[in-house]
């Protein structure tokens, strides 16, 4: 049964029968046989020798090369690629996701999420290898804000929260939110669960998450001085966060 | 009637559209009905390309080809009333994104479809606020797409479908008075090109999907004078404005690689007609299969759509 | 320095450990200064986050006519904005107006200037025409245009909710540019009638009411007033399709294009019917005189304060060149974008819209100059983006002729 693949495959075509592969994700099964679900390249990933018998066959979200546009704004042929797709990515238990905190209160943060890594550049944070929709500049340089819902585009975002016991993995009783997370931080985070209908909950419980960005009360951008303190550059004041720790 | 403040509004007295003298006293200028150049199961070509909406996840655009009366009209215009009208559409996908925080826990993708004229889409001026024909397609279409959407990949998600419509199918031919089962018979066109164009947007924002799922449309139409003399004919995509009079008329919504029906819509009455030809099948089935092979005709272009899409851009 | 990125020299988009696209969606403003504002010693121009140059328009690009049922239709795409536009003409009878009455339609006054009007240029137009225009067009809503983006033509406008804000504020900007502009002609919109000399010809207007119309013209004016029956109302509809920035230029010029595509029927009264009849014969029917060809051109403006601070941080040696340059003529501070799209939009308040003409001599006519959400732009500034609208003129009137 294992024939050739194509290339590329769009919704239900027919891939290969559940005998030679396995169904990986973009395509789903249907009487003993693998159809893709979406449109995309055609991807075997080989069997795992201990784990698996089979190789897994999917369709990818994802299009080599489309993301550089916009890297070096001096090649002005930048808009060349003009219709562009974006991938969606939802937030799924352990994305890591890039997030802006919109309120503090005592036993946890809301956040709203802006950008959710996908494992591929989460894993490998070379930029250049990462082509999700989040990593696609000319995307989001058409689909950023319009005029009108400057106020409401956190409708338009997932939203998500970070528990008290969430924040750190040490000394966890002694959190204070205030000294953790500031409204408008940008904050980077691990998803552990889809939460309730409104919420997904985050940890930041790593030393590689937390604030990634922030200004001071002065508005400055501050830089990490250690893992719970950043700094303004201009008044030299430092101020409290959980820290991220910088790659 | 209260004046809609959010919009600009025309004289209050309201105003009546223009009555054609060629209407009103029969015998001057056009005023033949086109005849259908078309085999019965010949389809009007489709135009549709993905992806022309940035600001949205996906999007898709579709055309029917002008019949030929229409696109001799356009080459050579004579009179203003135009002799029939060509669907032209845009859909866009939105999502999949957050649910509003009022709605409940919901493990799928929530549906979302929205199907409005523009107000210049038809023979008569259409209003802002959607109608219940309107509301209707949107409905159809949203049953439509259900069945095809994978939907539980998409936990507590909501996507959003729009349909523009630019142009609408004409119900009848302008000179031709309402008859006794006279139906919008333009919407049933309308709604197998939302179907076909929707199926596209869908797969240009990358949601996971069955199969593509196209739109058809089958007719069974009268064009003797005299209702009772000749058995009725099945059409594949009938035009309306083409035709005296239809009996009945059937769309679909069609899966191919799984041979399903994910919506059907059956529209006038069709107990009393029969087949020519010793067809033995019933006019319900034969509508359903007239219409099928429509979705078939349809799906090739949809498929051929969005593969094109996606060469684009992997290059 | 503690900051991971500060060897970010070569790079545009200096990033705290963050690609570009994650960038720019995280600091905005930042990454496009970062775009508008390189560094020195790179030697790169200042050029914005979409590869424009600052008074650099999208690629525009229109289509008229392809709408079967409107009177005239167009469909311009400004970059990925679209703005579709149909005109619909119907029929407003003076009898069903309140407040007309037969001695304000039927002076042989407005008869002469009729006839006058027909000829007449820019120009040497009267006080009295352009107040008549007036009173007919804007007390009679004679124009009626309605923007929606209600259409899914970007996220976060609910469709089938109500106009929101910004639609509503695009539909009154068109109309009161429609009625400043004196774009259309109340003439071109007035149906007549010319009541027969009662005695002789009163056998014949039976057959020959269209033939009336035409004589009435030519008519001598000392024979009976003519009367206006009736008025086209133009309902001018333009569905954003798709939204990526600066609505309103794109929606005034597919309105303006399918204006130029509207025709009218020949229309009369129809005496024994005591209505309005029109002709479907095309070759009967007639354009709008268009009064000129107003183009409007937007601008935003980006400062760049916000993110002062931010360049400090990110490129350390920047405070040398900033010293040395402030002693020369300070760094610039402020941008004046044109066309902005989505994404510039958002990160400015101060917007400018010109709307400017140009008379026969070619010089630039301003027609209207609206400025809102800001103080930064001065005089000088101005005449730069009337010079910048002027050239933007000669472009539209370009794509506008051939479509």
Known sequence: ?247 | MMADRRRVNGPSGGTRPAVFASLAESGTGVSERAQRQRQPSELRKIFLKTGLIPTASGSSYLEFEPSASLAAARINPKSLIPPSSALKLACTVHGPKPLPRSAAFSPNLVLTTHVKYAPFAARKRRGHIRDASERDLGVHLETALRGAIIAERWPKSGLDITITILEAEDDRWWADAPDSHDASWGMMNVLAGCITAASAAIADAHIDCLDLVAGGVAALVSDEEKQSSAAPKLMLDADPAEHRSIVSACVVAYMPARDEITELWLKGDSSKASLENGDKRSVHEALLDGAVDAARGAHTVLAEAVRESLLKTVG | MATPAANAAPSVSPSLSLPPSQFARLQPHAYLLAHLSPPPASNQPSIRANGRAPSQFRVTSANAGSLTHTNGSAVVRIGDTTAVCGVRAEILHTDDIASWSVSSSSTSNSNKRRRLGEKTTDEDEGQDENEEDRAHIEDLNLLVPNLSLSTGCAPGFTPGAPPSALAQSLSHQILSLLHSTRLIRADDLRIWYQPPNLGSEALERHNESQQMEIDAGQGSEESDPQEIKAFWVLYIDVMIISLAGNPFDAAWAAVLAALRDTKLPKAWWDIDNETIICSDDISEASRLSLRGLPVASSFCVFEADAAAGWRAVVIPDVNDQKAQNQRKKGPQQKWILADPDGYEEGLSQERATLVVDKAKNGKNVILKMEKHGGWSVDTEDLRQLVEISGQRWDEMKRILDQC
């Open chain 1, 1 to 247: 049964m294992a024939t050739s693949l194509p290339p590329v495959a769009i919704p239900g075509q027919r891939l290969g029968s559940v005998a030679s592969y396995a169904a990986g994700p973009g395509t789903h099964v249907q009487q003993s046989n693998i159809y893709a679900s979406i449109a995309g390249p055609v991807i075997v990933d080989p069997a795992q020798p201990k784990t698996q018998t089979k190789s897994t066959l999917r369709v990818s979200r994802m299009v080599p090369g489309v993301n550089q546009a916009g890297a070096a704004p001096s090649t002005s042929s930048a808009p060349a690629p003009k219709s562009k797709p974006r991938y969606n990515t939802l937030p799924a238990v352990d994305s890591i996701v890039l997030a802006r905190v919109t309120r503090v209160q005592k036993r946890q943060a809301a956040v709203s999420i802006l950008v959710v890594l996908d494992e591929a550049s989460a894993a490998n944070p070379d930029p250049s290898k990462a082509a999700s929709d989040n990593d696609n500049v000319a995307s989001i340089l058409t689909s950023a804000a319009n005029p009108e819902n400057h106020s409401n585009t956190d409708e338009l975002r997932f939203q998500a929260l970070i528990r008290k016991e969430d924040v750190r993995a040490v000394e966890k009783d002694r959190v204070v939110m205030d000294e953790m997370f500031r409204v408008g931080d940008i904050v980077r985070g691990s998803v552990i669960s889809l939460g309730d209908q409104s919420f997904y909950y985050l940890t930041t419980a790593r030393n590689d998450l937390g604030v990634v960005m922030a200004r001071s009360d002065a508005g400055n951008m501050m830089f990490p001085i250690s893992w719970k303190e950043m700094r303004d550059p201009v008044t030299g004041a430092g101020e409290q966060r959980k820290v991220a720790r910088p790659f």
